[in-house]
């Protein structure tokens, strides 16, 4: 029999978790268990000055202007976020404005995956200290552990933390690929509650779903596949492109749940030519460009990512204007 995330929860007594202390952990874990990580939730950029420091104020203006735009949450220290490019304290820094910007409005899933399993806790009870209500776990990357000790290390992480933790698959980057059958073994460790699907595989994202059902949630990580993960029954999307087109994105979600599909689809459609545009330059500066462009000064890519060209800009500027994010 496969396992499946849909088997009741063990009871819990009070009494065998120990007096008061088991009153507040049960308490900690019911509030946690029923977390479910849902909508679109923006992979922020993180703006940087010209000598390379982070844009406080831009990460502020870019904070409630995805606010503003109607997201369901904001993701900081990501991919796009750079995350592999900044020190630890510039880790802390971004989560702790993030978390204080946002004031409690939508929830701050903090990307806190690493090489090492020790890292990976390290940053995980950072983001717990700086209040965040969710963490996004990447898998390793440059090594390649085997699924005995992958599953050991998000075990090791979800165990150091309160907080529910997501796994993060986005193979391009990172060389492992999470496969179904993992998926189905991770989300029974308590505080493992989805995933990010950065893939771009729609048959793997299809047997996340199936394999885990409602109770823990599947979201898109490539942006041309939100509509598509819905349709199996995925929870939202973590959206790079929601930076730059908030409302566009946040439109496939709630047309979707409104159960007005076709103003859904064509809002991925409108929505396409941008997450496609990401080929103008290296990974992740399009987007940080874009942003410019619309008037949040987000900067270029930390070094040795920079800018794009001339001409890659005025094709961006063209997609903007299409899309009426410019004038």
């Excluded at 910007?101 to 899933?109: L, N, S, T």
């Excluded at 059958?181 to 793997?204: H, M, P, W, Y």
């Excluded at 959206?239 to 689809?265: C, H, M, Q």
């Excluded at 545009?277 to 410019?292: C, Q, R, S, Y």
């Amino acid at each position: 029999m496969e396992p499946d995330c849909l088997s009741p929860l063990p009871a819990v007594t009070i009494q065998s978790l120990g007096g008061e202390a088991g009153v507040r952990k049960l308490v900690i874990l019911e509030v946690h268990m029923n977390f479910q990580p849902k909508g679109i939730i923006p992979a922020m950029v993180t703006p940087v000055t010209a000598d390379g420091k982070i844009n406080v104020e831009a990460l502020k203006k870019l904070t409630n202007y995805l606010i503003e735009g109607g997201v369901h949450g904001l993701f900081p220290v990501g991919s796009q976020g750079e995350f592999y490019a900044l020190t630890f304290e510039e880790k802390k820094r971004v989560t702790e404005v993030v978390v204080e910007e946002a004031r409690g409005r939508v929830p701050v899933y903090a990307g806190t995956g690493a090489i090492t399993t020790r890292e990976a806790i390290a940053l995980t009870k950072m983001a717990e200290a700086a209040g965040v209500s969710a963490v996004s776990v990447i898998t390793p990357f440059f090594i390649r552990p085997s699924e005995g000790e992958l599953f050991d290390y998000y075990s090791a992480v979800a165990k150091a933390t309160r907080l529910p933790v997501l796994l993060y698959n986005n193979p391009q980057r990172t060389g492992i690929n999470i496969s179904a059958e993992f998926v189905a073994r991770a989300c029974q460790v308590e505080n493992i509650v989805g995933i990010k699907d950065s893939s771009g595989d729609l048959t793997l994202t299809a047997e996340y779903i199936r394999r885990t059902k409602e109770r823990f949630s599947v979201l898109a990580g490539r942006d041309t596949l939100i509509y598509g993960t819905l349709c199996y029954g995925g929870k939202g999307a973590i959206a790079a492109t929601a930076n730059v087109a908030p409302k566009v994105v946040v439109e496939i979600y709630e047309a979707f749940k409104a159960g007005d599909w076709k103003r859904s689809l064509e809002a991925q459609f409108r929505l396409a030519p941008l997450r496609l545009a990401f080929d103008l330059g290296t990974f992740p500066v399009v987007i940080k460009e874009a942003l410019n462009l619309i008037g949040i000064d987000a900067g270029v890519g930390v070094p040795p990512v920079g800018g794009i060209n001339p001409a890659a800009k005025e094709e961006l500027r063209g997609i903007l204007r299409n899309m009426g994010l410019l004038q």
